[in-house]
């Protein structure tokens, strides 16, 4: 019998180049893993939507969110599809951060921006969507440290909205404690409503979000393998 279909889920976004993104990084997971079965189901905005995919399908499949934490759409919108759609075949896999993984590729966007790399007077603002879900702002939280370990420089978590401090309330903290060089690193999977509002936290440098990096498609398949045991 061949594996269960890998369906990632994504949130959605009216800006084309977001979508252009997650296209990109399945075309990544699908060359890592030739042969595989890949398909995409959005919780908003786009088609096309989860449930639609779901309805469809009588076989197995894991659905691999494109989260970057546990929060409500991990913990309520997704397993509410499922219920509505009535595909009991479906497996949910862990959301892709925080891991390591995704350190190198925060690292290897602030990079491509001009980041120099940890020195006295530099820190890194990791920029997240934030949620009204504790958990996943403590997912952040633990992202932010993991990438700290990862650059050698201070790293503090900004929320894009419902939570504090925002990005740029944290740019202005680092730069209060002494850190005149404050990078924003995008903590967000591509281009969209949120990629946008964290260019304008007054950070000497923003990085790009996380985009199709071959370490994020390695990731959702190790996401998807994790399900399968």
């Known amino acids: 019998m061949s594996p269960p279909a890998l369906i990632a889920v994504a949130h959605g976004t009216r800006d084309p180049a977001?979508?252009?993104?997650?296209?990109?990084?399945?075309?990544?997971?699908?060359?890592?893993?030739p042969g595989s079965r890949v398909e995409v189901g959005h919780l908003d905005l786009l088609r096309?939507?989860?449930?639609?995919?779901?309805?469809?399908?009588?076989?197995?499949?894991?659905?691999?969110?494109?989260?970057?934490?546990?929060?409500?759409?991990?913990?309520?919108?997704?397993?509410?599809?499922?219920?509505?759609?009535?595909?009991?075949?479906?497996?949910?896999?862990?959301?892709?951060?925080p891991d390591p993984l995704?350190?190198?590729?925060?690292?290897?966007?602030?990079t491509e921006a001009g980041w120099s790399g940890a020195r006295e007077d530099g820190a890194v603002?990791?920029?997240?969507?934030?949620?009204?879900?504790?958990?996943?702002?403590?997912?952040?939280?633990r992202?932010?440290?993991?990438?700290?370990?990862?650059l050698g420089c201070p790293v503090t978590a900004g929320y894009l909205c419902a939570a504090s401090p925002t990005p740029a309330e944290a740019v202005a903290a680092l730069r209060a404690r002494g850190h005149r060089e404050v990078a924003v690193a995008r903590?967000?999977?591509?281009?969209?409503?949120?990629?946008?509002?964290?260019?304008?936290s007054g950070a000497c440098l923003t990085s790009p979000p996380l985009g199709a990096h071959e370490a994020v498609a390695r990731l959702v398949?190790?996401?998807?393998?994790?399900?399968?045991?």
């Open 187 to 200: 903590y967000l999977l591509a281009p969209g409503f949120f990629a946008q509002r964290a260019s304008a």
């Open 18 to 33: 977001g979508a252009a993104a997650v296209r990109q990084l399945l075309d990544t997971v699908g060359r890592l893993r």
């Open 48 to 97: 096309p939507s989860l449930y639609d995919v779901l309805a469809r399908r009588r076989d197995d499949v894991v659905l691999v969110p494109l989260l970057l934490g546990a929060g409500y759409h991990v913990h309520t919108d997704i397993p509410a599809v499922v219920a509505a759609a009535g595909c009991r075949t479906a497996r949910v896999s862990a959301a892709l951060g």
């Open 221 to 229: 398949l190790r996401r998807y393998d994790e399900v399968l045991g």
């Open 102 to 110: 995704l350190a190198t590729v925060l690292s290897d966007r602030l």
């Open 143 to 150: 992202m932010a440290r993991l990438l700290q370990t990862r």
């Open 125 to 141: 603002v990791l920029a997240a969507a934030g949620s009204t879900d504790q958990g996943a702002n403590a997912d952040t939280l």
